[in-house]
């Protein structure tokens, strides 16, 4: 068989970055993609260096032209698509529900939740003529569970679990999968943003979960690796929490 192509969206940095590097270190041809070109070359030859085939190409996951070019390259270099990480994400502006603009409305949904419906959408063109694919999007616990002062956050995470769940009921029949992985607090850029860059602030969010740390990013990439991968092969529109007990309470 084929070595797998992967194609992973926001891939720049924290969890995106970290799958890239863990999918190279597999043997995949893999596409990374981003809206920051030079940091974009710069993975590309690094995971070449790692001896993967590998390419960035740019793409703001907000513009339907960037996505569909994003995905037509993928297949023009590699000649097919198996699996999808959706991974471009934005906590945008964070604040009580009191303080919310249309137009932090119109940020957080454009990269959260029209990226993810648009990468979705191109995606499944080309794995439905293959008759195979797997996608993995990226959600949150904030998916799952509102958190006070994330609301538009909370929202757009919610409705990646809907697009989630309705693409995978499109594609159960015609073997493509559509998963999520739902991390709680993960060490990256995105958690320090949403604490303000405040180091008591975030040893008291830390201190209110049930592990008492946040995630290690190679806790949220290995679970992504099984649920795109083949021997999860069974498992379709599910949103897998891996946040240490958090939505168990
Ligand atoms: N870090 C956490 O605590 C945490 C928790 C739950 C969920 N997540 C989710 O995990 C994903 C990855 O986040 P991360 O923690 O690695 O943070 P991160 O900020 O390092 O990564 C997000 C990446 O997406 C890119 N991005 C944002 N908007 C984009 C757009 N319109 N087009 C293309 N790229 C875009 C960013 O530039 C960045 O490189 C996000 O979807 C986030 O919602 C993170």
């Known amino acids: ?145 509102g958190i006070a002062g994330a609301s538009v956050y909370v929202a757009s995470e919610h409705a990646i679990e809907g697009i989630t769940k309705s693409a995978a009921l499109e594609g159960a029949a015609i073997g493509i999968r559509v998963n999520a992985v739902a991390p709680g607090p993960v060490a990256t850029d995105m958690l320090d943003r949403f604490v303000d860059s405040n180091e008591e602030a975030k040893a008291r969010f830390l201190d209110s979960m049930p592990a008492k740390r946040a995630a290690e990013v190679d806790e949220i990439v290995q679970t992504i690796l099984f649920i795109a991968g083949n021997k999860a092969r069974y498992l379709t529109g599910q949103s897998i929490a891996v946040d240490g007990g958090y939505t168990a309470q």
């Open 1 to 145: 068989m084929n070595t797998p192509v992967v194609l992973i969206t926001g891939a720049l940095s924290g969890i995106g970055r970290a799958t890239a590097i863990a999918y190279a270190k597999e043997g995949v041809r893999i596409v990374v993609s981003g809206r920051r070109e030079e940091a974009g070359n710069a993975l590309a030859a690094e995971l070449q260096a790692m001896g993967a085939q590998a390419e960035f190409v740019r793409a703001d996951v907000r513009f339907e032209a960037d996505v569909q070019n994003l995905v037509a390259k993928t297949v023009a270099r590699f000649g097919r698509l198996d699996i999808a990480i959706n991974n471009a994400g934005t906590e945008g502006r964070l604040g009580p529900i009191t303080e919310q603009s249309v137009e932090d409305y119109e940020n957080t949904f454009a990269s959260n939740v029209l990226g993810t419906l648009l990468a979705v959408k191109h995606e499944v063109q080309v794995m439905q003529t293959q008759g195979s694919g797997s996608i993995v999007n990226l959600s949150s616990i904030a998916g799952k569970v």
